[in-house]
């Protein structure tokens, strides 16, 4: 096996190994297909009740009933398999975004591939927080630790040393053996960082050949799901009970035993909201779909309605308030001053020195954008080699130490990090400290961060403590990222929805300020730093948040007491994180947001949601977004309970009342069929309200379906079933019963089309392009209403006439009535904003 770090595979190579090899991918489970849907939905309550219907009409020898409630369950069905569908595709779209990435070299550069094109061969960087791809030897770098407790069950980390430095090399490899230089598909790198070749790929790996799966969505049952799942089976349970007990009022009562039993199924059809599931099941497959379409991967559907609620963010800095590009902007050389860089070098030997011991303490294929903004700024030569040895950052020394040989020199230490750690090295006098910290806060004061390098030379090998070593002071080096273009509108967005923003980063507290400020964050109630974290008590630091939106000089672990004190607070928080140690913020947190350019596999496994372009902008998007799924179920929950109302009231006041029945199992069909697709369709693709972002969030601990929805939603279904069962009362006093009962049917009808467009309707015109699916539902069932209403044979299948024009009327009347009034309601409620939203648009504009 030979190693070539600097140039690796070409592309062709790869390619061809990835046909012959296959994929680097453990065989995944299989989706549900639409066969396996259809048997899940025949299973349902609603399908047996239907065909318990057909059956018993054909049974008496009414063909027509029993073909239409076939016909009719078989309709169910399809929509059932096409809402499913509909959500299986949108789950594999989010399986493909979820993808893990890999780093590798190719023709001599670093690359990003997805894990699943690692191929044998292939040269591997792998470093701290990363998942390994694959089975590899590590070839060169650092010695590493890693947790291999997903092949072994162990859960302290083994070390491992590159195979040069290792005797072992011929061993099999066997993974949680130590000091080898194996590392294996799975696994995790805790500490270290290196270069392998990898050697086995997808089943042919340690974790292949175990046959265990990493998922990277968990598509498991929210809440709110498993309670809807629940309520659908007590509500199945008691629509049997009603079911029996209108058999036996009918068959006591009237001696007609048969329509008894009819009667019933229809009560109990009646009864069960089937669609909760459904549309619960669909929303939150579809609005995670429409969020990754917004850079904002959902890896647990739950999280949707939690950002909807989402009272806090807490984000970094870098890469999601600013750019993550980082510059070098200014230099100051101990023996050249200040200097602010213009072009693309440094011209004078002072500055020329700092940058290359600056870039000597970089990473030689760099990912930091520091050692990147470095390296460029140089302009040096990419190096063949690497250092001899590497002293990574660590709690005591903030500062990262190289150790090189050059052919014909002495050895070099070259350090590079926080200008207290460097300061500190180079054993500096206080005095020199003092005047150097006055540099420091001018260039943090401009918004720059700011690092400092210094070298040294040694006699002999690499072994000893940095700290041991006298450094000579090289100078500092201040960095540039730009704050990104959207932020300060997004931020604006946020306060406006009520949404407090804390920015949190372990820079110099002078230019996290400059940075918030700029953003638009608050700044007056001053900086909260690490240090304070730590040292306040808990009741101090939960009173300090209530009002501090910059904290600084923050460590990865002081991160989780700033979420438990929001939490303390009642806050619902979103918290962003990049590193191995955000990994217990972000599961401590309400929503654990992490970085999917630049964050760690571990933070990505720890997080709820995956920002793909890692900007602030699309966090905001991705509440905005929370936000309308939130009014969406909420409103499509509340029309299910609705329309049930009138739906059941009907099927059982005429045995209540003696009465002629209303409604058949026929009828109740129609209904259904139209009650699917509208929730489903129209409902789920319903913009925001206009106001939506200029409204505080949720309180804490309110449910997206909770009394006061239960209370609107059986008003507004008591009105219908109010209003129709009055037309079917005057129609019998007035019309034969054919008649009576089309005119009921057709006010039912139509006021459930009302009150769709009156629950989901959200501002706007009408007829808006959203609304198309609306209005080619409504289109359709005129159609077939139309058709029932004025073919003989569908009238007399159905029990029903064509009513005349005044009942027609009367019909239109109150379905418009009971049906929309919650839109006029919720209109005139509104009225008041609007116009003083329009006032303001007015004095802006004068």
């Not at 035993?257 to 199924?265: D, K, N, Q, R, Y």
């Not at 020195?353 to 600056?358: F, G, R, S």
């Not at 299948?797 to 309601?825: E, I, N, Q, R, S």
Request: proline share 7%.
């Amino acid at each position: 096996m030979t190693f070539d770090p600097s140039h690796g595979l070409t592309g062709a190579e790869a390619q061809a190994r990835l046909t012959s090899c296959g994929a680097n991918e453990l065989p995944q489970p299989a989706s549900r297909s639409w066969p396996r849907i259809v048997l899940e939905t025949m299973r349902e309550p609603m399908f047996l009740l239907l065909m318990g219907a057909a059956v018993l009409y054909l049974v008496l020898g009414d063909l027509g009933e029993g073909l239409f409630l076939v016909a009719g369950a078989g309709a169910s069905i399809g929509l059932v398999v096409i809402q499913e569908v509909r959500s299986e595709r949108a789950l594999a779209a989010l399986r493909e975004l979820s993808q893990p990435k890999a780093r590798v070299i190719r023709e001599g550069s670093m690359r990003i591939v997805p894990a699943r094109e690692v191929v044998p061969g292939d040269t591997l960087l792998v470093g701290e927080g990363e998942r390994i791809p694959a089975d590899a030897l590590l070839a060169g770098g650092e010695v590493m630790s890693v947790d291999e407790s997903a092949l072994t069950g162990e859960s302290a980390p083994v070390t491992k040393s590159p195979a040069a430095a290792n005797p072992q090399l011929e061993a099999a490899p066997v993974p949680g053996a130590d000091r080898t230089p194996w590392l294996f598909a799975g696994t995790l790198a805790v500490r270290g960082q290196g270069v392998a070749i990898v050697a086995r790929t997808g089943s042919r790996s340690a974790l292949g050949a175990i046959g265990a799966s990493l998922a990277a969505i968990v598509d498991e049952p929210t809440p709110l799901q498993k309670n809807a799942g629940r309520l659908v089976t007590l509500l199945g349970l008691l629509a049997l009970a009603f079911c029996g007990l209108v058999t036996v009022a009918y068959g006591l009562i009237e001696g007609a035993w048969i329509a008894g039993v009819l009667s019933g199924i229809t009560v109990a059809i009646a009864l069960i909201p089937e669609e909760f599931p459904m549309v619960l099941a669909v929303f939150l497959a579809l609005g995670a779909w429409r969020m990754a379409r917004s850079n904002v991967l959902t890896r647990r559907s739950a999280t949707i309605e939690s950002l909807g609620r989402a009272t806090v963010l807490c984000v970094d800095k870098t890469g999601t308030l600013t750019e993550n590009r980082m510059r070098v902007a200014r230099l100051w050389a101990a023996d050249g001053g200040d200097i602010a860089i213009e072009g693309t070098s440094a011209g004078k030997a002072g500055w020329r020195q700092l940058l290359e011991v600056a870039a000597l303490a970089s990473a030689v294929r760099p990912v930091d954008p520091m050692d990147r903004a470095i390296r460029e700024q140089a302009a040096l030569p990419p190096e063949a080699r690497e250092p001899e040895r590497i002293w990574p950052l660590r709690p005591s020394l903030l500062a990262v130490v190289q150790a090189w040989r050059r052919p014909g020199e002495e050895r070099i230490l070259a350090a590079k990090g926080a200008p207290e750690a460097i300061f500190t090295l180079c054993r500096l006098g206080q005095d020199e400290i003092v005047r150097l910290h006055g540099v420091v806060q001018r260039y943090a004061d401009g918004g720059l961060r700011v690092l400092g390098a210094a070298s040294a030379r040694i006699d002999g090998p690499p072994d000893m403590n940095p700290e041991d070593v006298p450094f000579a002071f090289a100078g500092l080096v201040g960095f540039r990222d730009p704050l990104r273009s959207g932020v300060p509108a997004a931020l604006a967005e946020a306060h406006a929805a009520g949404i407090t923003v804390v920015m949190i980063t372990g820079d110099h507290p002078a230019t996290a300020k400059a940075i918030g400020a700029a953003a638009g964050l608050d700044t007056e109630a001053g900086i909260l730093l690490g240090a304070e974290v730590v040292a306040l008590p808990p009741a101090e630091l939960e009173d300090r948040l209530r009002h501090v939106r910059v904290c600084a000089r923050i460590s990865p672990e002081q991160k989780l007491r700033i979420v438990e004190a929001l939490k303390a607070n009642g806050e619902i928080v979103a918290m962003t994180g990049d590193g191995v140690n955000d990994a217990p913020a972000l599961e401590a947190a309400h929503v654990g947001i992490a970085m999917g350019r630049r964050g760690t596999d571990v933070a990505r496994e720890a997080a709820d949601l995956v920002l793909l372009d890692d900007s602030f902008s699309s966090i905001v998007a991705g509440v905005r977004l929370g936000r309308r799924i939130f009014e969406n179920l909420r409103r499509a929950l509340t029309y299910i309970t609705a329309i049930h109302v009138p739906i059941a009231g009907l099927a059982i006041a005429p045995v209540v009342f003696g009465l002629p029945p209303l409604l058949l199992p026929m009828h109740v069909v129609l209904m259904e069929l139209a009650i699917d697709p509208t929730c489903a369709l129209v409902f789920e693709a319903e913009p925001s309200d206009a106001d939506a972002m200029k409204r505080r969030p949720p309180r804490p601990g309110e449910p997206l379906f909770g009394l006061s929805q239960v209370a609107a939603a059986l008003i507004q279904g008591v009105g219908v079933f109010a209003g129709v069962l009055g037309l079917y009362l005057w129609a019998l006093a007035n019309l034969p019963q054919a008649e009576a009962r089309g005119a009921a049917f057709v006010a039912l009808v139509l006021g459930n089309l009302v009150l769709a467009f009156a629950d989901s309707a959200s501002g706007g015109p009408p007829f808006a392009a959203h609304r198309r699916a609306y209005w080619t539902i409504a289109a359709a069932i005129g159609v077939l209403l139309a058709c029932i209403l004025g073919i003989p044979d569908i009238a007399g299948l159905f029990g029903v006439a064509m009513p005349g024009p005044l009942a027609f009327l009367f019909a239109g009347a109150t379905a418009l009535t009971c049906g929309g009034w919650p839109w006029l309601a919720r209109r005139a409620a509104e009225a008041p904003g609007r116009r003083q939203a329009a006032a303001e648009a007015r004095a802006v504009s004068g």
